[in-house]
T-cell receptor, first 113, second 108 residues
Framework: NAGVTQTPKFRILKIGQSMTLQCTQD?????MYWYRQDPGMGLKLIYY???????DKGEVPNGYNVSRSTTEDFPLRLELAAPSQTSVYFC????????????FGDGTRLSIL | RKEVEQDPGPFNVPEGATVAFNCTYS??????FFWYRQDCRKEPKLLMS???SGNEDGRFTAQLNRASQYISLLIRDSKLSDSATYLC?????????FGAGTRLFVKA
């Protein structure tokens, strides 16, 4: 019953550092998503993927990169961390984008200082 | 205009009350609808899908009005544990839009 697993759960970075947020799902879902959620705000889509080898930009992709080499994994990379990237990051997956709900991981809380 | 709009609230209700939230969407081609629940500092969790004929799950009832382009969520006999943010979700043509959410506080 793992579902969507995100690591790490918490991280503090210094400005200019880089890191990768990991996301893996064991439901054999084709679609995967990365969102960020700032305090008191709604979800904003960063990147999404419709299958292995295929990724596309969402609403707020700047400063981030993704890859999808397998169905299970969808890592999110921050190359040069900036304070504006302080947020909670959620990974989600769904079987398809039509009529199927998204299932979320429990998030990564990232602070850039 | 936002594609999915919700009253941010907060709605403050006593235990046992009935409370209803509406959510409007702008794209008439929207095909799938959901309500999610998000507790403070937690991930969104699927509460229920919304079907054209309306559907019920225990104390929760969801309805869809395609003509007026809104969905609703009714919570009966509110519990303290219902306190959360409720997200309206609309999906169409390879796109899923999450509303910003409506905050509910149920007090004893």
């Amino acid at each position: 019953n793992a579902g969507v697993t995100q690591t790490p759960k918490f991280r503090i970075l210094k400005i200019g550092q880089s890191m990768t947020l990991q996301c893996t799902q064991d439901m054999n879902h084709n679609y995967m998503y990365w969102y960020r959620q700032d305090p008191g705000m709604g979800l904003k889509l960063i990147y999404y993927s419709v299958g292995a080898g295929i990724t596309d930009k969402g609403e707020v992709p700047n400063g981030y990169n993704v890859s999808r080499s397998t169905t299970e994994d969808f890592p999110l990379r921050l190359e040069l961390a900036a304070p504006s990237q302080t947020s909670v990051y959620f990974c989600a997956s769904s079987y398809s984008d039509r009529g199927q709900p998204q299932h979320f991981g429990d998030g990564t809380r990232l602070s850039i200082l | 205009r936002k594609e999915v709009e919700q009253d941010p609230g907060p709605f403050n209700v006593p235990e046992g009350a009935t409370v209803a939230f509406n959510c409007t969407y702008s794209n008439s081609a929207s095909q799938s609808f959901f309500w999610y629940r998000q507790d403070c500092r937690k991930e969104p969790k699927l509460l229920m899908s919304v079907y054209s004929s309306g559907n019920e799950d225990g104390r929760f009832t969801a309805q869809l009005n395609r003509a007026s382009q809104y969905i609703s969520l009714l919570i009966r006999d509110s519990k303290l544990s219902d306190s959360a943010t409720y997200l309206c979700v609309v999906s169409y043509s390879f796109k899923t839009i999450f509303g910003a959410g409506t905050r509910l506080f149920v007090k004893a």
